[in-house]
């Protein structure tokens, strides 16, 4: 399994703004993903990021509101911009623990509040 | 798009009830994993199912996967109060391009009264 490390643990935004989440990981991987849960909610994958390419991202999701960098094989950032109320939400980065498995082992995630 | 569906939303159980969540897709999988996130937590992988009929036992957990992979359970015998949290099942399907990608059922939060 890997250990990973995700920043700030929660925060508290105004409308506008944007915050950038990082995510390290002990470990070299290839691909790290990007969930958000809103409150209440299950998980919904926003993009999948690899090391030397552009995000992968799923429907519903552009690049202009949540742009994703992924400098090495174990260091993404999320930015979630130009918040507003709905946005607010846990945002969990997660890796796969095996090639060609697929299980997922998540950070213990970012929890934004929007005012 | 795929579709998971869990059953039910909230279950409330006495210490010592067994407890069951249900998971259904509206496409065959290729596999079937079980998380579970505890309050305040993030989800934690349980296990994952793989073959058409298959089950698993964890100490007082029992998973299955349907025969034709498109629906699975989850079982606790005799809850206990550390069986706490919001269960979620998460149907993908292994390597290629759909590498990681994961459908989530909306979960089911199991609370257990001492």
């Known amino acids: 399994s890997a250990v990973i490390s995700q920043k700030p643990s929660r925060d508290i935004c105004q409308r506008g703004t944007s915050l950038t989440i990082q995510c390290q990981v002990d470990?070299?991987?290839?691909?790290m993903f990007w969930y958000r849960q809103q409150p209440g909610q299950s998980l919904t994958l926003i993009a999948t990021a690899n090391q030397g390419s552009e995000a992968t991202y799923e429907s519903g999701f552009v690049i202009d509101k949540f742009p994703i960098s992924r400098p090495n094989l174990t260091f993404s950032t999320l930015t979630v911009s130009n918040m507003s109320p709905e946005d607010s939400s846990i945002y969990l980065c997660s890796v796969s623990g095996q090639p060609n498995t697929g299980e997922l082992f998540f950070g213990e995630g970012s929890r934004l509040t929007v005012l | 798009g795929q579709q998971v569906m869990q059953i039910p939303q909230y279950q409330h159980v006495q210490e010592g009830e067994d407890f069951t969540t249900y998971c259904n897709s509206s496409t065959t999988l290729s596999n079937i994993q079980w998380y579970k996130q505890r309050p305040g937590g993030h989800p934690v992988f349980l296990i994952q199912?793989?073959?058409?009929?298959e089950v698993k036992k964890q100490k007082r957990l029992t998973f299955q996967f349907g025969e034709a992979k498109k629906n699975s359970s989850l079982h606790i015998t005799a809850t206990q109060t550390t069986d706490v949290g919001t269960y979620f099942c998460?149907?993908?399907?292994?390597?290629?391009?759909?590498?990681?990608?994961?459908?989530f059922g909306q979960g089911t939060i199991l609370t257990v009264h001492p």
């Open positions: 998460a149907g993908g399907n292994a390597g290629g391009t759909s590498y990681g990608k994961l459908t």
């Open positions: 470990s070299q991987v290839t691909m």
């Open positions: 199912l793989v073959k058409s009929g």
